[in-house]
């Protein structure tokens, strides 16, 4: 009896310390939640933010070559598939690094007609950089480009681009841009100071 006793003791004390040790673990996970949940927040909108300040270099960038290789430059933005691109107008023997052919002398004599028509590859069209500067740049994991305001109106859709001419002048633009928690941040592209400027749409 007395055995019987003292088994079934040590079974209750067994079975306490058991959820105390559970209630110890369920504490731990809960300060952990407390100190990491709040940091996600923090974690998300920096990446926001680095993102809007990649762009925005890419934009200056934009900017500084127009003007200093006197040919327009842009910015290509796939919205759908939240990349974008630095791009240059320049024939594909100029985006080779190669000198354009000049287009072939008049016939004096009269005796062939002569095409009007640029040569093929004298024609220019928006084309990326060579290298690094011109690959495609997808967003982080989890962010995304929401649209462009522009002055003809929003586009949240397709493909738009941010185009500087040789001088580096341009027309205002904003970009927005989102994470998954709904924080946003808009990068407007500011014609009359020469600037980007981040604007956090979440304080």
């Known amino acids: 009896m007395a055995k019987a006793r003292q088994s079934s003791r040590r079974r209750r004390r067994t079975a306490a310390f058991t959820l105390i040790e559970m209630l110890a673990v369920v504490a731990i996970f809960a300060l952990m939640a407390s100190l990491v949940i709040p940091n996600l927040g923090t974690i998300r909108s920096r990446a ?10 890419q934009l200056e960038l934009a900017r500084q070559r127009a003007i200093v290789t006197g040919v327009p430059h842009r910015i290509w933005i796939d919205l759908d598939d939240a990349s974008y691109r630095l791009e240059w107008l320049v024939s594909e023997d100029e985006a080779r690094g190669e ?45 995304a480009i929401v649209g462009l305001e522009t002055p003809e109106g929003w586009i949240g859709r397709g493909e738009a681009y941010i185009a500087f001419d040789r001088d580096g002048t341009t027309v205002y633009t904003g970009i927005v841009l989102e994470d998954e928690s709904g924080r946003s941040v808009t990068l407007d592209v500011l014609p009359l100071a020469d600037a980007v400027r981040i604007r956090d749409e979440s304080q």
């Open 48 to 57: 926001l933010h680095r993102e809007a300040q990649r762009i925005g270099g």
């Open 99 to 143: 000198p354009t052919p000049a287009a072939p002398p008049s016939d004096p004599t009269g005796g062939a007609l002569l095409s009007l028509a640029p040569p093929r590859a004298a024609r220019r069209q928006y084309l990326p950089l060579t290298g690094l500067l011109g690959r495609d740049h997808a967003l982080e994991d989890g962010l």
